[in-house]
């Protein structure tokens, strides 16, 4: 396990500058729409992306985005930019229900669905061209799941703080401030408001509102619509397992700080990965940003 010299502006340092400061003090670049492109994977399942600078000479990136978050979401536009700007092809991923694509499938999102992320992220790659030269950087929840990803496919994956154990992940952010607490349930009340507008006859959460934690609307949410028969066993099957990264060509990038991701669920992999763990730095804040867009290019440059 690594550690870095991550080291802030004194104004930047606190934690929650530091998280909350990705959004604020990082402006979302114009990179243009991109070519937007439907992939219907082996399950039938349609997922959307948006592809950028296809003739650009470097390894094709593949983004994804964390929970509730979308493929444009400021953390993600920052780092096409910059990975653009530095001759990488781009293809910014949304995952099932995200972004405004509720109405794509009737079934609805949960983190544990990874064949067809699998799936996209294979033919994403396949038509780079050259499948061997594509990587994976995903943030928080997205981390996750390029971590999944890379243990199906080998593609080359960078986890910028990603949840290692959800379960733990959903303690913390309960657990922590009452502002990350009211942003993720202010999103999820709005992303199931979208999927009822788009199967009104299939979807009603009316017995799931004005709940005021994460894990009491988890446990509503995997009783009336998820086929597991417990919280614990949801978080356990998107859960990140050591031996599942064994000889997979996979970074990660955490903060000890972080309020949302326990960093010891992170150092736990050591064994098996590179993990790169810093004093500071928040949940996918390390402001300035600079910093993490060197990292990015080091790892895709190995």
Not at 54 to 78: C, F, T
Request: proline letters at 6%.
């Amino acid at each position: 396990m690594n550690t870095s010299s991550f080291s802030p502006p004194l104004w930047l340092r606190n934690t929650h500058v530091q998280t909350i400061g990705s959004s604020l003090f990082t402006r979302s670049p114009d990179i243009g729409s991109g070519r937007r492109i439907e992939l219907v994977t082996s399950e039938n399942v349609t997922l959307e992306a948006f592809v950028h600078g296809e003739d650009h000479p470097q390894r094709q990136v593949i983004l994804i985005h964390g929970w509730l978050g979308s493929a444009d979401s400021s953390y993600v536009l920052s780092a096409a930019a910059d990975l653009l700007a530095a001759g990488h092809p781009v293809v910014r991923l949304n995952l099932r229900d995200h972004g405004s694509t509720a109405h794509l499938n009737e079934e609805m999102f949960h983190s544990a669905r990874t064949t067809e992320v699998v799936d996209a992220c294979e033919q994403l790659a396949a038509r780079s061209g050259h499948p061997q030269s594509s990587a994976l950087i995903g943030f928080s929840l997205g981390g996750n799941f390029a971590l999944r990803v890379s243990a199906h496919t080998s593609l080359p994956a960078l986890a910028i703080c990603p949840a290692i154990n959800p379960e733990t992940s959903c303690t913390a952010i309960d657990a922590g401030p009452a502002v990350y607490r009211h942003y993720f349930l202010r999103k999820w009340y709005r992303a199931m408001a979208a999927k009822t507008a788009a199967f009104p006859n299939r979807y009603d959460f009316s017995a799931m509102q004005n709940r005021t934690n994460v894990l009491e609307l988890t446990e509503l949410f995997i009783g009336n619509h998820l086929p597991y028969p417990s919280s614990s066993e949801y978080f356990n099957a998107y859960r990140i397992r050591p031996e599942s990264l064994e000889n997979k060509p996979v970074k990660i990038i955490a903060a000890k700080d972080d309020p949302v991701i326990p960093w010891e669920s992170v150092a736990q992999l050591s064994e098996v990965a590179d993990v790169l763990l810093t004093e500071r730095g928040g949940h996918c804040g390390y402001v300035p940003k600079q910093w993490m867009t060197d990292q990015m290019l080091e790892f895709l440059r190995r």
